[in-house]
């Protein structure tokens, strides 16, 4: 397909080359860069010091208790890290965070002042340990925490350290959204935790007072216990007032960013789904979770304040709240299904990573046609909007593959524009050499210079997203805020029935705490105060439920929790099958997609081998209600092969589908017609996301309506009287179908005269692999796809030169085909795509209308 | 076709194969090249209205009216208020307010009338428990009026109220009407035609009957008006008879008889032997010159002005055939119980001299021989010279039971309606193509690029 690694080989000429550019190159941006060979045979070996198998994801806490610690990764499976020590590695990456996330009494004011702080966005490098990280440093506030703040990061680890470099901006987007779920979860989480404290506080205060009342009735006003109680009274005021300026604070958290609306949306727009997730997980957790849920809802409402004793437990003698209760479930949840997606999206090597986004890329661009043939990604395309290409500014950041030192310039720190923290925060750029670590030697880095206490750890600078591509960014920037804040009043409207009409701020809190709403924020404390309050109930209940344990170092931690997360990470994987387990194979230092490859090839060379023996091997991919992934599609490839080698006709086959006649595969064995079917599924065009053009298996008579519906059907031969009357429907409508009667191994369809076809399935091929084959399809339905646009676009043929003129438009369009070197068999196919993508074009899905052309078939025997 | 696949049908296949025609797969004349399949009824669709040029109402036994967008197939609006099968149904075209709006007029077994608007689908107009159920409806645009047919005639005028009517007549009640000139209209009852006279005195209409035309020998199946100056008639025996519409005489007759000749095959004569040949006049078309009979499962061309056959088909499907349609250039259709749409071309035959032609000949031995004196004598003299053959050109295959009635909305397509509660617009795909790519251009021009 497109951007194939093998295919696209571009490389840059000498300066004597710039001046004749050819026509046929693919554009720079599209290009993928040659690996060097001169410094490394193997382009896999440089990983193979790593003490892990793959990239994963890690996310680290600094305890104000324990210090930096480890909380969780992602895989949770424990072999993914092998031996590498992440108490080690969060101890790095906590270290390096010089985020002045202040929080406190600030000098001039005084009450304590939360700060909004921007997530600082780190590339660090371990070279000892050959750890490469993207690492993302956010706070989270806590009421019980020193300063009100819980440094936490997340970070993706990774052996290639140009992975890191380059995927940079896609991490960064990514984490980003990550993080706002947890900071979106959280503020609601300290919101309510405030909400609370100042009950209690107000009850504390009127139980003072009383007492304080009570004391001066007795011994007068100026006894020590009274001037006692009144010091404490006056203590709560402030902190009433303290607590609710903080509410203030959290509550008027501003949109500093117009961006954040979009995450906020997306979390608003699936809340259903959100909850289904909750449901599930809640059933799979530990029984007292449920209990606690169902128990919060009877205290909604009568949530009794208690007594606040005047001195405050000492700081270590409280349990921190785990990352779940700083922010609510559902939150912490969608982080984690958020975090999986990242780090599916970016498994494997960088070349297919590249090779990737850049097929999206273009994917993206193509619309007009992509249905045709391509598969649905198997990323949804939320995330898949954030790799478009703009035609000005490629988005594959200039690779540094030629040893030449990058220039300073391109990796400068430069501050964001909405960030609050001065630049001169910003660490400094340890070294240039450092940059380019990957074509110099490990050992070297002992000479550079470099930061922190060890010497092989590296930053190698925060990069900030406005220097990479500022302009391609911004413009995307742009657009998405022109796009979000047309629809923004309508969606905060809808979302905050306490929105006055006029769009002039709510006021929610009462009239002593007016307070300018902002729209993000509505959204968000609408939530707080008509939802329930979830962690801060599961938080009173803590001791006894396994959600509320101290988060261990996962390396050295319990089994138990472990297990937990395993738990969760499966449940929220979602699709057993993108996930692989690596028990059998060991972890050599092959990158995952190296072994991917690794295990198709295996299975594909053997089943090759011993095409009698593989029968149960090519299942259905058909399952109700799952879209067709691409993964299926390859394996596909492989039961196609093995047809075009089995059956002489699988041309005419072939032809059938992609001119849009109906093939219906005729057996009384269902695991036969399935096989065929799953085999000649590629070829179908316009397959639909779940596959909806392909019938499987039907036991009952076809209709007309049937026909047009659906292009490959499996049929069952049956000796009953349903069997009867469906042989009666094919033989009424033989005329609209072609008949792979597999039985008898016959194919009764029009004739194919042409080459295209012959290209496509050689049953003398030399292709073993079925994904190889798949893509060698794939590249030539591209081809027939780019003539069919070609057909359909090009004005002159389909104009009338008057108003008399149909007969001329069709000669002129026959003539075009015939010109494009079609013969008159392949030039259906491409009127056949090409009125699939007017249809397309025209109203976005096909109308139902069935065409069909009054051809003689013949039959083919083997 | 599918022998391979069927084995056991392979008998019956030759049968038909020499029995009835046999086209193949390969149609070049055929230019319905797709198709739609609109889905909306739940029981037979028995009518077709054409509306004007973008719409058609169709109805059935399942007494809804449904109103659809020939070109997208859209269904545009439901009539629903019928409670029983729908039993006639005609287009009625009134001026309101300066333009003229089409209505339709809906008959039912529940002994109801409807007017419907078919832009808003509401019911206008309803008279309900009426002395029997409607079967045939006429619209008279000179007078303003409709007349409905059933066991008596009733004429009404726009308003929906009754102007007169006639006697109850008899049980089988009127089948066919055809609107005559000078206020006369022909009814079909049984085996007469009855001519009626509507008298018109100011806003006052009369209606009696003239005369009972009694020449059929059995029931009478079909009415239609050939020109200004014929009507014709067909009986369930194959009784032709082309009548004056101003002096009601009897301008022609045929008698179709359909009998077998020596010459074909053993197959042939054992069919004939199992069963009586139908040969019933279930329908008839006339573009004033040429009349098309559908005579039993065959096809019957009569050339009017010369009163002379001018092709025919016995079998020209494998079931009766139900409705027919005379198009420009010798060109017919027609539709049949078997579900299938048969294209024809008139051809002239080969000249006589070719060895191919005698077998044509010894097709036909007797056929509209004449009866009645009033025939001309003259019809035997040119009997072969005259005669073309009639070609078939293509057939649809779509509907799974029997095709009851097509319109054809020329190069928008052909509509057909079938026993099965489907509807099929059959289009030239070729136009279509070309049209969407109009489509797609002018909406790459409104986007301004992809």
Known sequence: ?862 | MLRWILGAREAQGTVEKSAALFIGEEQPKNCFTEMQVLKGHFDIVRFLVQIDDLRFASAGDDGLVLVWNVETGELLSELRGHMQQITAMTSYAYIKGGDTHTALITASSDRTLSLWDPDTGNRVQNVSDLQSSVKCLLVLDRLDTWVSGGNELCVWNRDFELQCKTVHHSDTGISAMVELPKNFIAAAMDREIVIFKLNVSGSDIAVMAMQHLADHQDTIRSLINVNDGLFASGSHIGELILWDSLNWTIQAYEHILWEESAGEGQSEVRLTNQKQVERSIQHMSSDGELLVAAVGSGLYVYNVPLKSVVAYRRIAHDSNVLHTMLQEDGHLMSCSEDGSVRMWELQDLPLPAEPASSGLFGMFGTFGRSSKQVCPPAKNLPEVSGLRSLELTGDLIGHSGAVQMFVSFKEKGLVTCSTDHLLIVWRDGELQSQLRSLAVLHKLEQNQGL
Request: charge should be negative; aromatic fraction near 10%.
């Open chain 1, 1 to 862: 397909m497109i951007g194939s690694p093998d295919l696209v080989a571009f490389t840059k000429e000498d300066d004597f080359g710039e001046s004749f550019s050819d026509p046929l190159l693919l554009p720079e941006e599209f290009s993928v860069p040659l690996f060097n060979h001169t410094t490394n045979a193997n382009p896999w070996t440089k990983t193979s010091y790593a003490k892990f198998s793959k990239d994963f994801i890690l996310i680290s806490e600094f305890s104000e208790q324990v210090g930096p610690q480890p909380l969780l990764t992602i895989p949770s499976d424990s072999k993914v890290c092998g031996t590498f020590d992440l108490n080690y590695f969060s101890l790095r990456i906590m270290s390096v965070d010089y985020q002045a996330s202040f929080v406190g009494h600030p000098p001039g004011s005084n009450y304590p002042k939360l700060n909004f702080v921007e997530d600082s966005k780190v590339v660090l490098g371990d070279s000892k340990e050959g750890a490469f990280a993207y690492v993302h440093h956010l706070t989270l506030y806590d009421l019980e925490a020193r300063g009100f703040v819980r440094p936490f990061c997340m970070a993706y680890i990774s052996a290639d350290e140009r992975k890191i470099m380059q995927q940079f901006q896609e991490l960064s987007s990514e984490f980003s959204k990550a993080s706002e779920f947890l900071k979106l979860g959280n503020r609601k989480a300290f919101a309510n935790e405030l909400e609370k404290k100042l009950k209690d506080l107000e009850y504390t205060r009127s139980v003072l007072h009383k007492e304080t009342e009570l004391q001066k009735m007795h011994r007068g006003c100026y006894s020590t216990q009274a001037i006692e109680k009144a010091n404490e009274l006056a203590n709560v005021e402030k902190s009433i007032y303290e607590h609710k300026d903080l509410l203030r604070q959290i509550t008027s958290f501003p949109s500093r960013k117009k961006k954040d609306m979009d995450f906020v949306q997306c979390e608003t727009e699936k809340p259903t789904e959100i909850s289904a997730v909750d449901d599930t997980l809640m059933c799979n957790s530990d029984n007292s979770v449920k209990s606690v849920e169902t128990e919060s809802d009877n205290r909604k409402s009568t949530y009794t304040p208690q007594f606040i004793k005047a001195k405050s437990a000492k700081c270590f003698d409280k349990r921190l709240k785990t990352l779940e209760e700083l922010c609510e479930t559902n939150f912490f949840l969608q982080t984690l299904e958020q975090l999986n997606l990242v780090e599916r999206s970016f498994r494997g090597d960088l070349c297919s990573i590249y090779t990737s986004q850049i097929n999206r890329a273009l994917l993206i661009k193509q619309r007009v046609t992509s249905f045709l043939f391509e598969a649905e990604a198997d990323w949804k395309d939320e995330t898949s909007k954030n790799f478009s290409i703009s035609s000005n500014n490629p988005l594959i950041p200039i690779l540094n593959l030629s040893g030449e030192p990058m220039s300073l310039d391109s990796y400068t720190p430069c501050v964001d524009v909405d960030r609050i923290k001065p630049s001169g925060e910003y660490i400094e750029v340890s070294s240039t050499s450092d940059i380019t670590q990957e074509t110099s030697e490990a050992a070297d880095t002992e000479t550079k210079g470099s930061f922190g206490s060890d010497k092989s750890i590296e930053v190698f600078g925060s990069v900030s997203p406005s220097n990479l591509q500022s302009n391609y960014l911004d413009g995307l920037e742009r657009s998405k805020v022109s796009s979000t804040s047309s629809s923004e009043d309508q969606k905060v409207g809808k979302m905050s029935p306490k929105m006055t009409s006029d769009g002039s701020p709510p006021k929610v809190f009462g009239t002593e705490n007016l307070v300018p709403m902002d729209p993000s924020c509505c959204i968000g404390q609408d939530g707080f105060i008509d939802e329930e309050p979830l962690p801060e109930i599961a938080q009173e209940c803590c001791g006894d439920t396994v959600v509320n344990q101290e988060p261990l170092s996962l390396l050295h931690g319990d089994p138990a929790l472990q297990m937990d997360y395993i738990l969760e990470d499966s449940t929220l994987a979602g699709s057993p099958n993108m996930r692989l387990t690596f028990s059998e194979l060991n972890t050599s230092g092959l990158s995952e997609e190296a072994a991917r490859i690794h295990i198709e090839d295996v299975s594909d060379s053997t089943s090759y081998m011993s095409t009698s023996t593989s029968s149960d091997r090519a299942a259905s991919p058909f399952t109700y209600g799952s879209a067709l992934t691409l993964k299926q599609k390859k394996k596909a490839g492989h039961s196609a092969l093995r047809f075009i080698r089995q059956y002489p006709f699988a041309h005419q086959a072939i032809f059938c589908l992609l001119s849009g006649r109906t093939l219906v595969i005729l057996g009384s064995d269902e695991g036969t017609v399935r096989k065929l079917v799953n085999a000649l599924l590629i070829f179908v065009p316009d397959l639909g996301k779940y596959g909806d053009t392909v019938q499987p298996w039907l036991s009952t008579p076809f209709q007309l309506t049937d026909l047009q519906r659906w292009k490959l059907i499996g049929l069952q031969r049956a000796a009953s009287p349903a069997g009867s009357s469906i042989l009666y429907s094919l033989n009424r409508y033989s005329r609209y179908i072609s008949i792979l009667d597999c039985d008898n191994k016959t194919l009764r369809c029009p004739p194919y005269k042409g080459t295209l076809i012959n290209h496509m399935a050689d049953h003398r091929t030399q292709i073993k692999r079925g994904s190889t084959y798949f893509l060698h399809v794939q590249s030539l339905l591209t081809q027939l796809t780019a003539k069919a646009l070609l057909y359909t676009f090009c004005h002159h043929i389909h104009l009338p030169m008057d108003m008399n003129d149909q007969g001329s438009v069709t000669s002129r369009r026959t003539n075009f085909l015939l010109q494009l070197g079609y013969t008159v068999e392949e030039s259906k196919i491409v009127q056949y795509l090409s009125e699939l993508i007017k249809e397309h074009y025209i109203q976005g899905h096909s109308k139902g209308v069935f065409s069909f052309n009054y051809t003689t078939s013949y039959l083919y025997k083997i």
